[in-house]
């Protein structure tokens, strides 16, 4: 079987097949696991591609090829983190007396590495509010290198515009980044709508399982692609053989599994919107959703993340996500089964409170990453958790 044209087949066709022929030497079908540190050279400095595993190995070649192709890019490096990819990012394309724009509404860990690592280097890292094109364009300095964007959002689920903050990004000659593990490949291709450079914590959706911990960066085309593998090589925050054979096996049912996401975190969002326990529920395929419009029109699908406010404050959530039964109480997202954790006491308390209150993580909100299992299962266990709530209240 010889490699696919990326452009003549369809997403999942590619997750199963781009970059993962049968093995030439035995035929098997699955990509091999070359658990090997190193590799034989024919002469010295002669090899056959690969000589050191952290600089590459092809396992790890046939996952960055896989992405590369999902998301329309030209080139992908895979980290042993979603942060690891960021790191390596950030000491590649930045330097001191930089300044970088960044959504206010970002993944924890994005905003502790920011603000508590990176700043101290003489990095100047702003946090705007990334849905309004203006603000952002008011704040665009001399000094200002990149655009850093999540959409949807990390816990909120706000929607940014991403071909505004392209064009904005055009007209300063800036870097945009865009991290898409919320909506995975399969729901948003950012690189189709102008965006430089795709940031994913593969651990989430991609590796899908909950059972491996890994990042990648996806190129638009070869403009930073020299500096990032040379950092990429020398920083060495890279997966090792198992893991990128891990998450490759996981890229293989992401279309399968996304739609199943989509379609029960649909359904539950609708039941909940409708219940008395529940304050407000944040799904971008709500109607309800302030940027329900633009969702439809830069995602392909609304993915698996639900935001929610129950009646009450950290009591009524505490007792909400310790009453259920189907969901388990921990942070990560994106796995088959579905998860509940408390950003303001999780994921994202590394931000401090006045600043967490600022954008909207309150002591109320839960974030839900839902699973595949049966919708009604879902429904029903939600339901006699949020009945709890309301019971408490009464009290």
Request: net charge negative; hydrophobic share 40%; proline share 5%.
């Amino acid at each position: 079987m010889t490699e696919l044209d990326p452009k003549a087949y369809q997403f999942a066709t590619l997750a199963i097949h781009s970059h993962q022929a049968p093995d030439p030497e035995t035929g098997a079908v699955i990509t091999p696991i070359y658990q090997t540190s190193t590799f034989e050279q024919q002469d010295a400095g002669k090899h056959k591609g690969y000589d050191y595993s952290r600089s590459g190995n092809p396992t790890r070649s046939a996952l960055e090829g896989c992405l590369a192709d999902l998301e329309g890019g030209h080139h992908a490096l895979c980290f042993a983190s979603g942060l690891g990819a960021l790191t390596t990012l950030s000491m590649a394309l930045f330097k001191p007396g930089d300044h970088i724009l960044c959504g206010d509404d970002v993944y924890g860990g994005t905003y502790r590495f920011f603000d508590k690592v990176f700043r101290p280097y003489g990095i100047d890292v702003e946090f705007v509010d990334f849905t309004r094109p203006d603000l952002v364009r008011q704040r665009v300095r001399p000094n200002t290198k990149a655009l850093y964007l999540e959409t949807p959002t990390n816990p909120l689920l706000k929607l940014v515009d991403i071909e505004a903050m392209v064009a904005i990004a055009k007209s300063h000659k800036l870097i945009t980044i865009l991290d898409n593990t919320f909506a995975s490949p399969y729901f948003q291709r950012g690189l189709a709508l102008g965006v430089d450079i795709i940031l994913h914590s593969t651990t989430k959706y991609i590796g899908g399982h909950s059972d491996v911990v890994g990042g990648a960066l996806i190129l638009k085309d070869d403009t930073h692609a020299q500096a990032l593998r040379f950092h990429q090589n020398s920083l060495g925050a890279t997966p090792d053989p198992f893991a990128s054979w891990l998450t490759l096996r996981g890229l293989k049912t992401l279309a399968l599994r996304m739609k199943a996401h989509e379609a029960n975190a649909l359904s539950l969002a609708q039941f909940m919107e409708k219940h008395p326990g529940v304050e407000s529920v944040i799904y971008p395929g709500l109607p309800s959703h302030p940027q329900y419009d633009l969702a439809k029109r830069q995602m392909l699908g609304f993915g698996g993340m639900i935001a929610v406010r129950v009646k009450g404050g950290l009591d009524e959530a505490r007792t909400f996500m310790k009453s259920l039964k189907l969901f388990t109480l921990a942070e990560s997202l994106g796995g088959v089964e579905s998860l509940v954790e408390h950003p303001a006491l999780m994921t994202h308390a590394s931000i401090e409170p006045q600043v967490r209150n600022a954008i909207g993580i309150t002591d109320n909100l839960v974030r839900m990453s839902v699973g595949i299992e049966d919708a009604e299962d879902l429904k029903r266990d939600v339901a006699q958790a949020l009945d709890k709530v309301l019971a408490l209240a009464k009290v």
